[in-house]
């Protein structure tokens, strides 16, 4: 997997497209909501389109979201029909350890996963009838990268928004999240 | 190649009542396919909760890198899941099959203990050929 690509910072010409027929320009009765996750399960961006039906609040509902993709984890690597010998279920896998599922579907949404090598996981809910996001999840990543990871001022492992500070400072986390958000969003309209 | 791996029964409550493997290198011993299967009725019940809209059903498909999952569940809350090749096709049809022989040659046995583990030989028998027949049909041998 090419993570970093090595292009310049404003470069999102080679963004992957929507699967041909998925992209319907208007989400209708289907949600779009993206979750973005580090390692120790830190909720870093929780951004959503459109969603209808919001069942628990949203501290809940992400602790929720991670504890799901990390028993799937552990489940796929344990499930995986191909290695003779795998681990106990239960044992915290390292990111890129054992087989590692990329999508589920239910009747209602698509849930497309990616974990980069720093444990950095990122979820993308569409709607079901929606293809492969892999391609989408990486450029996703990469804008992530860009923007949020070279930003200097970004402390990681906390939450993508701007916080009181200093004067300075408030404006250049300013910067940051509109910048990463204006350019997801951007990304991201294309898919839906 | 699209073959069937294994394929799991799990009673409403989560507990597995049926598993067969057919051929991969994962196979299980009791003791992990019963974790595994409860695992799978767990999160299933999850992601419906997660769910954005509502009316929701439970994860139907789920793709990994060396297998796909399909899980069908019928109304009364019992759950069939097949793990197949990446990219197999009519799994859905296949599910609805078992689901049929399920009830023909298991629930219709009057020697059947509700939620218990499977032990017809009917049951067996039909269900290795309809798996036969599935691969002829998608394999050509």
Redesign the interface.
């Known amino acids: 997997m090419q993570f970093f690509s090595g292009s310049s910072v404003v470069d999102v010409s080679l963004s992957p497209t929507a699967p041909p027929g998925t992209a319907t320009g208007h989400a209708g009765n289907n949600a779009n909501v993206l979750y973005i996750f580090n390692r120790n399960g830190v909720c870093l961006l929780y951004r959503e389109w459109h969603r209808l039906l919001r069942t628990l609040d949203a501290s809940q509902d992400q602790k929720l979201m991670f504890g799901l993709l990390f028993s799937l984890r552990s489940f796929t690597a344990k499930m995986d029909p191909v290695s003779a010998d795998k681990g106990n279920l239960g044992v915290p896998l390292l990111p890129g350890q054992g087989c590692s599922f990329y999508s589920f579907r239910t009747n209602t949404y698509k849930l497309s996963f990616m974990e980069s090598p720093s444990g950095i996981k990122l979820i993308l809910i569409t709607h079901p009838k929606t293809g492969d996001h892999r391609e989408s999840l990486k450029h996703i990543y990469n804008l992530y990268v860009e923007y949020v990871v070279k930003n200097p001022l970004y402390v990681t492992g906390t939450p993508i928004k701007y916080a009181s500070a200093h004067v300075c400072n408030v404006y250049f986390l300013y910067l940051l999240s509109e910048l990463f958000t204006t350019n997801l969003d951007q990304y991201v309209k294309t898919l839906i | 190649m699209a073959a069937i791996?294994?394929l799991f029964i799990i009673n409403k409550s989560g507990g597995l009542i049926f598993y067969k493997d057919y051929g991969?290198?994962?196979r299980?011993d009791t003791n992990?396919s019963l974790?595994?299967a409860s695992?799978?009725h767990?999160?299933h019940a999850?992601?419906?909760?997660?769910?954005?809209?509502?009316?929701?059903?439970?994860?139907?498909?789920?793709?990994?890198?060396?297998?796909d999952?399909h899980c069908f569940q019928s109304l009364t809350g019992t759950k069939f899941f097949v793990?197949c090749e990446p990219g197999t096709l009519h799994m859905e049809a296949l599910l609805k099959v078992i689901y049929e022989l399920y009830t023909d040659y298991v629930l219709k046995n009057p020697f059947y203990e509700m939620e218990m583990p499977i032990r017809c030989e009917l049951f067996d028998l039909n269900l290795s050929q309809a798996i036969q027949k599935d691969r002829v049909a998608l394999l050509g041998r």
């Not at chain 2, 909760?49 to 793709?63: A, D, F, R």
Request: proline residues 3%; negative net charge.
């Open positions: 791996y294994s991969s290198a994962g299980m992990d974790r595994l695992l799978w767990s999160m999850i992601s419906q909760q997660l769910s954005p809209t509502t009316g929701c059903s439970g994860i139907e498909l789920l793709q990994a890198d060396t297998f999952l793990v």
